[in-house]
């Protein structure tokens, strides 16, 4: 039954590719970036900013001023012997996430409003500030944003206090998707593909809110189940998927394509 199961699901995602091909991939309908920017270009950073990452649980330099329209590169060192990350977001949208990080520490990121880093590494955030006002970020790592791992950037010329909190993230859940394929006890989650990782048996999806999880929409790196599920599939595809934890990780258990 699962074998046939998944030969249908491969194959019907094989159709609904083709038909995806050349189709829109907004999909922002998740997206929490709008109240601080978005994903920046490479071939517009106007500027390169250094931020460094301790142990001592700070950002150096913790206070960023940019301008309206501006998308600056951020070379995110860690100089600390633990894992950090530079997660940029509204003071509510941080608050949120990092108690999903509480509930989930297993979980491993891939939004582009935010970088994890190693120690001794460097990561990189292009970032476009498209509104003026206040951009929080903090480090999410466990106890870290509650030990005052935090800064802020502070676009435009208005003060911080003139602009109102704007936040996007939906107050009430998203209507979740009947299930259908999957197990009848796990429903069935909306997503767009990022990326695919055949040698790790990885893939990334952008996606809604994960009930069964507790998790709300974002961009995460999912183990998967079986390799085999990952063949027919391409970054760009849109989805129906559930994901359960087992063994310290994220797994996707079904997937197939949406309509
Ligand atoms: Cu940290």
């Known amino acids: 039954m699962q074998l046939n199961t998944l030969v249908t699901v491969l194959s019907v995602t094989f159709l609904a590719s083709t038909a995806f091909a050349s189709g829109d991939h907004a999909g922002g309908h998740h997206s929490d970036a709008g109240a601080i920017g978005q994903l920046g270009n490479a071939a517009k950073v106007t500027r390169t900013i250094t931020v460094v990452m301790t142990d001592t649980m700070r950002f150096s330099p913790a ?14 060192k860690n100089s ?22 509480k509930k989930n520490p297993e979980m ?28 929080n970020f903090a480090c999410l790592q ?15 010329g208005k003060t911080m206090a003139a602009v109102p909190a704007t936040d996007a993230v939906p107050e009430k859940p998203v209507a979740a998707p009947v ?43 999912f183990q998967v189940k079986d390799p085999a599920m990952l063949e027919a599939l391409k970054a760009g595809d849109k989805v129906m998927f559930s994901a359960e934890k087992s063994a310290g990780a994220i797994v996707v258990t079904a997937i197939q394509p949406s309509k």
């Open 179 to 221: 299930a259908s394929v999957a197990s009848a006890s796990i429903a069935m989650t909306e997503g767009e593909i990022r990326k695919i990782d055949k040698d790790n048996k990885k893939i990334t999806i952008k996606h809604g809110e994960i009930k069964n999880l507790d998790m709300p929409g974002m961009t995460m790196v």
């Open 80 to 101: 600390g012997k633990i894992k950090h990350e530079m997660v940029l977001g509204t003071e509510k949208q941080l608050k949120e996430h990092n108690e999903v990080m």
């Open 63 to 76: 206070e960023i001023t940019a301008k309206q329209g501006e998308t600056i590169k951020f070379v995110v």
């Open 108 to 135: 491993e990121h891939a939004d582009d409003n935010m970088v994890t880093v190693l120690p001794g590494n460097t990561g990189e955030i292009i970032w476009q500030f498209t509104k003026s006002g206040r951009v």
């Open 142 to 156: 466990p106890g870290h944003y509650e030990a005052g791992m935090k800064g802020a950037v502070i676009v435009g």
